[in-house]
């Protein structure tokens, strides 16, 4: 029985990384494509849908890396099968996870710079004169 849920708990890993990266890359290609159009002709309410699906991926990464270090841990205990699943759920899932991050700091920097440039804009004339 513990063989068996090995096997569950490294497949699960596994596939909620790959789900994940399907979600993510998909919701990219939406985004830049009918999800620009849809956005221009609802006004911007479509992005409630967006942000779900943004997040979606996210989650499921961290679930895949708790259930790939539950099975790991349980294959070193009782030497299951599926070692090989469990470390690609987790490669998956921690370099989803490490994308995200990535990605989210570099949006918060561009959004920075822009607000820094905005208020040296509106600061700089005051000082000229």
Same mark, same amino acid.
């Given at each position: 029985?513990?063989?068996?849920?090995?096997?569950?708990?490294?497949?699960?890993?596994?596939?909620?990384?790959?789900?994940?990266?399907?979600?993510?890359?998909?919701?990219?290609?939406?985004?830049?494509?009918?999800?620009?159009?849809?956005?221009?002709?609802?006004?911007?309410?479509?992005?409630?849908?967006?942000?779900?699906?943004?997040?979606?991926? #996210?989650? +499921?990464?961290? *679930?895949? %890396? /708790? @259930?790939?270090? $539950?099975? &790991?841990?349980?294959?070193?205990?009782?030497?299951?099968?599926?070692?090989?699943?469990?470390?690609?759920?987790?490669?998956?899932?921690? #370099?989803? +996870?490490?994308? *995200?991050? %990535? /990605? @989210?700091?570099? $949006?918060? &920097?561009?959004?920075?710079?822009?607000?820094?440039?905005?208020?040296?804009?509106?600061?700089?004339?005051?000082?000229?004169?």
């Amino acid at each position: 029985m513990a063989l068996h849920s090995n096997n569950r708990l490294a497949t699960t890993s596994l596939i909620l990384g790959l789900v994940g990266w399907a979600i993510y890359v998909l919701q990219w290609c939406f985004d830049l494509t009918f999800g620009l159009l849809l956005a221009g002709v609802t006004a911007g309410a479509s992005a409630v849908c967006t942000t779900v699906f943004d997040i979606l991926p #996210f989650m +499921l990464w961290l *679930v895949g %890396i /708790v @259930t790939g270090h $539950i099975a &790991l841990g349980q294959i070193k205990h009782n030497i299951g099968i599926g070692r090989n699943r469990v470390v690609w759920g987790l490669l998956l899932n921690y #370099f989803g +996870l490490f994308f *995200v991050i %990535i /990605v @989210t700091i570099g $949006i918060l &920097l561009l959004i920075g710079a822009g607000i820094g440039v905005g208020v040296l804009n509106k600061i700089l004339p005051i000082l000229h004169k």
